[in-house]
């Protein structure tokens, strides 16, 4: 395990680096991509092994016996959540964006509205507008450098046709992690507007020291009846590409419902994504997650520094996630401007914060899982990029 190495990833179809030319117009062999979640590292052993051993066998047929894949879940959620998971309400799905739409088809009509805490996960967006659905944007308040909810400013910006809200829990993009006494607000707003809650908790593992993360079914086990929980390896692991995602529902005829939806669209699971979550969702997998989440605070502190020491930039601090939230707006300066700064002079591809909703508009997102030496030279090109303002 050595987080410092460089891998170059370039040339292999990746979506970090193998995408930049086209989206930002930035070379890969001199830019630091920090924009999509997905990390320059490769995931534990176990997870190599579980590969090479289906090499090896070289027969990729269907997939079967998900018994060992259920039991490694339950085992991870208890373990590391503190939350037992009863097996026979896990469901796997193409991934947490393709779980996100299937709830949206499962508990909601087209024309009816989704309720998204914002700034959040910028696919929550496109999926429900997709699908036909209406966003309904209810802003996180901000309170000096932290998002809270505002519950009595929601209520009223409630209009009758929401019918499901999702939870994104450790928040992307702020790095909260929610307390027991804000999951109990979102449970006490759903069952006032009738709401299901779907949390989605991918980044669930990523939660930095002094922080605890409370599943949202631990927190509210009174609305089992209205919840479908989220959550993947493949965020914490970095094997986004295996496309798994647990989805698990509690409620059974909450589970029927969305059994049938999954059947109706043809989905099951794919075989390499199976294996490869189940070989994580062990002891050597927690093992190397507790050595990914100090190496990513190291990142996180150095991050922090370098762009605090920058007058007008601010990075939220982060509870959970290793994605840093940057408050742009102290700069004064445009989008165009700071973009001109960020991308062409630093080289840097960040996310755009206007994509996460209401709230985001003067926000960069940056991506630090990548080798410390990176990070230090983003925050070198940024402190030169800026450097007229020192
Ligand atoms: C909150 C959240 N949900 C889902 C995803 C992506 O999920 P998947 O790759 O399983 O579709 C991300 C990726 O960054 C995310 O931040």
């Known amino acids: 395990m050595n987080f410092d190495e460089k891998i170059d990833r370039r040339g292999t179809y990746c979506s970090k680096w193998d995408t930049i030319e086209a989206l930002y117009g930035l070379s890969p062999?001199?830019?630091?991509?920090?924009?999509?979640?997905?990390?320059?590292?490769r995931p534990p052993?176990?997870?190599?092994?579980?590969?090479?051993?289906?090499?090896n066998h070289g027969v990729y047929g269907y997939y079967g016996d998900d018994s060992a894949n259920r039991e490694a879940i339950c085992w991870w959620m208890a373990n590391r959540h503190g939350w037992e998971?009863?097996?026979?309400?896990?469901?796997?799905?193409?991934?947490?964006?393709?779980?996100?739409?299937?709830?949206?088809?499962?508990?909601?009509?087209p024309g009816d509205a989704v309720v998204l805490m914002t700034p959040v996960y910028h696919a929550f967006f496109r999926v429900i507008r997709a699908a036909g659905r209406e966003v309904r944007e209810l802003p996180l308040a901000l309170h000096d450098t932290r998002y809270e909810m505002d519950f009595t400013a929601w209520d009223a910006?409630?209009?009758?046709?929401?019918?499901?809200?999702?939870?994104c829990s450790p928040h992307n993009p702020g790095g909260r992690v929610w307390t027991e006494a804000e999951l109990r607000g979102v449970a006490d707003f759903a069952k006032r507007h009738g709401l299901i809650v779907v949390s989605d908790e991918i980044h669930h593992d990523i939660v930095y020291p002094g922080q605890k993360h409370i599943p949202m079914a631990v927190a509210t086990p009174d609305i089992s009846d209205r919840l479908v929980m989220m959550s993947a390896s493949t965020k914490t692991f970095n094997i986004a590409g295996a496309h798994v995602g647990n989805v698990i529902i509690a409620d059974e005829k909450l589970?029927?419902?969305f059994a049938t939806r999954m059947q109706a669209l043809g989905i099951s699971p794919n075989a390499f994504g199976m294996q490869m979550a189940t070989a994580a969702y062990s002891p050597e997998g927690a093992q190397w997650v507790d050595n990914l989440v100090q190496y990513l605070e190291g990142n996180r502190k150095i991050f922090d520094a370098g762009i605090s020491?920058?007058?007008?930039?601010?990075?939220?601090?982060l509870e959970a996630t290793y994605l840093a939230w940057v408050d742009c707006s102290g700069t004064g300066m445009s989008q165009q401007e700071l973009l001109r700064r960020v991308?062409?002079?630093?080289?840097?591809?960040?996310?755009y914060g206007h994509t996460f909703g209401k709230g985001g508009e003067d926000f960069l997102r940056f991506n630090l899982a990548m080798p410390r030496a990176m990070i230090e030279e983003a925050v070198t090109r940024l402190q030169a990029a800026f450097a007229d303002l020192q």
Do not use: Y
């Not at 009863?86 to 949206?104: E, H, Q, S």
């Not at 910006?157 to 939870?167: A, H, N, P, R």
């Not at 991308?343 to 996310?351: G, L, P, Q, S």
């Open 309 to 317: 020491s920058i007058p007008g930039l601010r990075s939220m601090p």
């Open 85 to 109: 998971v009863d097996p026979r309400a896990i469901f796997t799905t193409n991934g947490l964006v393709n779980g996100t739409a299937l709830c949206v088809e499962t508990w909601t009509e």
């Open 255 to 257: 589970r029927k419902q």
């Open 157 to 167: 910006m409630m209009t009758g046709s929401e019918k499901m809200l999702i939870l």
């Open 29 to 41: 062999d001199d830019a630091l991509p920090m924009w999509v979640a997905d990390m320059d590292f």
């Open 343 to 351: 991308e062409k002079h630093a080289r840097i591809a960040t996310n």
């Open 45 to 55: 052993a176990c997870v190599q092994q579980a590969l090479e051993r289906m090499i």
